[in-house]
């Protein structure tokens, strides 16, 4: 699966049980709408709130445009949720992250013989009586040949990670699919067909199977989908139209039509919301709420712990930082809980760890790391950084200077380092900036992207994460560019063997423990800092109800959603 990363991480810089969410769902002025039978916001007891509200029609924005339908070939974030709506998928999520069969008609496990004991064999048992939107029916077929897109060389799918395990992949009958496997791979339920990150989505044959290649098929600006939804319009630059699906083997959903609009500014985005030309604007950003948007009549909003993370990652192949006590210090040079009131307006969970609050393998048990300069210079004297002339710190001639890169036009980036300055100045260590376009900041190390190149000390951005706890994407050993996302090249030893040892651990519990090592492993060694859990604000038109979005997949469960 590719995690909402790299490729992601242009849109995120600011441009087994679960825990429950702690959700805030509040109108602005401070009244509850929360509806007490099942957490979901609410209207009015009676009649609609607003009466610019368009009965049974959503109208949402995330201020993104887009380049394709297809989530096979595209893995921008604005698309992952409209697919969640529109496409067919063998596993959803909840609103506590936790699996839901969708097409399958169970999520495999090994206690009801999905997963092999040697869980080399993933079985999927497909539902019948199941129709793709333009009334052809859907089988078993659909699946393997969905399966052979993927791994088509010739189709420009932009990650294979979990799916180059797959040795065969058996249609015993129109109705069961078996995957065959090298080696366990437990992630293995959230990566094959599932809304759970960036996934590809299950294709129609009859559509697509006699293609050489799907990149340019027509299909990729219409498709057709299994979900509560269809596409009936993609007008491109302004919006997506999607309408209720008649053919949906759950039945049709409460709303009629969902319409995307396409609102690449976000001063624009606040207009047409206080104009009332919008219902939703998801995912809001932070210091726009905050200081414009509360107070808005008529809407409410969700704020609540999402799968994402902001860290400031090192390079500790670079000289300056390659002594984990200097990194450890600037963690305690760092005041955290300050950056989030005064750069982020608040927003944001306060962490030692990338699990999300809500995930179940965010481990209760690791202490918070205080801000404590004096902690911070005591480390750096060990280390052999004394105080130059200027207050700058220099060792062996060279002075404890870091480079930050950072993307141009991203205000949020720009603030955290300037805060940061004044702070680590305070412990003798000094900044220097490096902008760079997003295009080439993010760009594949072969082509040159200085961030898997290594031309940096200090990055900041997001990372997002998944269900089940794998993280070896961002931290094992072989992952290192050119041949993986492990930019702060950073090789533990313990902490790589708990990464391979949760691929053959199927149930959470025991996943819980490999994780629990890794997060050890990264407070002791520092190779990025977790500035903070990221918090997701929904705001809505206040008569939108039903609405319950988990934090993996917030439009998985639109069926009973109405406004």
């Given amino acids: 699966m590719l995690r909402r990363s790299a490729a992601a991480a242009l849109c995120l810089l600011f441009s087994a049980c679960t825990q429950n969410a702690t959700t805030t769902a509040t109108r602005p002025g401070g009244s509850a709408l929360i509806d007490e039978s099942n957490g979901a916001p609410a209207a009015a007891a009676t009649g609609r709130v607003n ?44 609103h506590s992250n936790n699996p839901v069969a969708e097409l399958a008609t169970e999520v ?12 080399l064999t993933i079985t999927y048992h497909i539902r019948k009586g199941v129709k793709w939107s333009d009334g052809a029916p859907f089988d078993a077929d659909d699946v393997v040949f969905s399966f ?191 950056l989030i009131r005064k750069v982020f307006h608040g927003i944001g969970i ?46 062996n001639g060279a002075r404890l200077s870091v480079q930050f890169i950072t993307n141009t036009g991203n205000p949020v980036g720009d603030s955290v380092i300037e805060v940061l300055r004044s702070m680590w100045k305070q412990a003798g260590v000094e900044i220097t900036v490096k902008h760079y376009a997003s295009s080439l900041l993010f760009a594949s190390y072969a082509d040159n992207g200085p961030l898997y190149r290594g031309n940096w000390d200090v990055a900041f951005f997001a990372w997002g994460l998944g269900a089940s706890g794998d993280e070896s994407n961002l931290f094992a050993c072989n992952q290192i560019p050119p041949s993986g996302q492990n930019i702060v090249h950073w090789c533990n030893k313990r902490a790589d063997k708990a990464m391979s040892d949760l691929f053959a651990h199927y149930d959470q519990t025991d996943r819980n423990k490999d994780d629990a090592i890794l997060f050890e492993e990264l407070n002791k060694d520092v190779p990025m800092i977790v500035q903070n859990g990221r918090e997701d604000v929904f705001f809505f038109n206040a008569d939108l109800k039903g609405y319950r979005p988990g934090g993996l997949a917030p439009f998985d469960d639109m069926q009973n959603v109405d406004i």
């Avoid at 610019?52 to 297809?70: A, G, Q, Y």
């Avoid at 495999?108 to 869980?119: L, R, T």
């Avoid at 004297?381 to 700058?392: L, T, V």
Wanted: hydrophobic share 40%.
């Fill in 51 to 94: 009466a610019w509200t368009h009965p049974h029609v959503l109208r949402w924005t995330s201020s993104e445009d887009i380049s394709s339908l297809n989530p096979t070939l595209n893995t921008q974030g604005v698309l992952v949720r409209l697919s969640e709506m529109t496409m067919a998928w063998l596993i959803k999520w909840d």
């Fill in 108 to 119: 495999p496990s090994k206690a009801n013989g999905g997963i092999s004991q040697d869980g």
């Fill in 148 to 338: 052979h897109a993927v791994m088509n060389p010739a189709n420009n799918v932009t990650s294979r990670t979990g799916w180059d395990l797959i040795t065969s992949i058996d249609e015993p009958d129109k109705y069961t699919v078996a995957v065959h496997l090298k080696k366990p791979y437990s992630p293995f339920i959230e990566t094959f067909f599932s809304t759970a990150g960036a996934n590809p989505c299950l294709m129609p044959k009859h559509i697509l199977g006699n293609l050489p290649n799907i990149n340019n098929a027509p299909y990729n600006s219409l498709p057709v989908g299994i979900g509560p939804f269809k596409y009936t319009k993609w007008e491109r630059g302004q919006r997506v139209v999607m309408v209720a699906n008649p053919l949906y083997f759950r039945g049709a959903p409460k709303l009629q039509e969902v319409d995307y609009e396409i609102i690449p500014d976000l001063n624009t985005t606040l207009t047409e919301l206080q104009a009332h030309q919008l219902d939703m604007w998801y995912p809001t950003p932070g210091s726009f709420f905050v200081t414009k948007m509360q107070n808005m009549n008529g809407f409410a909003f969700i704020k609540q712990p999402g799968f994402l993370f902001n860290h400031l990652s090192f390079n500790v192949t670079r000289p300056v930082l390659s002594d984990p006590r200097v990194r450890l210090a600037l963690k305690y040079a760092s005041d955290r809980a300050s």
């Fill in 350 to 395: 306060l962490q030692e760890q990338p699990a999300p609050k809500t995930a179940a393998y965010y481990d209760n048990g690791i202490a918070q790391v205080p801000y404590d300069l004096n902690k911070a210079n005591q480390l750096l004297d060990a280390a052999g950084w004394k105080p130059g002339p200027d207050g700058i710190r220099v060792k």
